[in-house]
């Protein structure tokens, strides 16, 4: 049974820190490409990070870059999403993705970022 389950959201101050964490399992986590996605009420679903398969490539929406980091640990099936600096309107819900052969989603974890 594939699970991606995602933790560490939560409420955080504007400029404040986050880390959120998918724990994946039940598929061949080292062959997929690993993203992160969010979608804040009433907007679409969004691209936030994306890391290849064996973690040497990353890309960013433009609004993260500088702030956010993806990464990943593929002896623990694990990916990370640190959240810098974090901002008002990246309050939403962020979503951990796995994509190769299939698609897979997790079921979110809410980022609030508010004072």
């Known amino acids: ?3 991606l389950v995602e933790s560490g959201g939560g409420l ?12 994946a399992s039940g598929f061949t986590f080292s062959s997929y490409r690993m993203s992160w996605y969010r979608q ?12 290849t398969s064996a973690g040497g490539y990353t890309n ?3 609004s993260m870059k500088g702030r956010f980091t993806i990464s990943r640990d593929n002896a623990k099936n694990t990916v990370d999403l640190q959240m810098n600096s ?15 052969r299939r698609d897979y989603w997790g079921q979110g974890t809410q980022v609030t970022v508010s004072s």
């Open 1 to 3: 049974q594939v699970q």
């Open 12 to 23: 955080v101050q504007p400029g404040g820190s986050l880390r959120l964490s998918c724990a």
């Open 40 to 51: 804040a009420p009433g907007k679409e679903r969004e691209l936030v990070a994306t890391i």
């Open 60 to 62: 960013y929406a433009d």
């Open 86 to 100: 974090l901002k008002p309107e990246d309050t939403a819900v962020y979503y951990c993705n796995a994509r190769g």
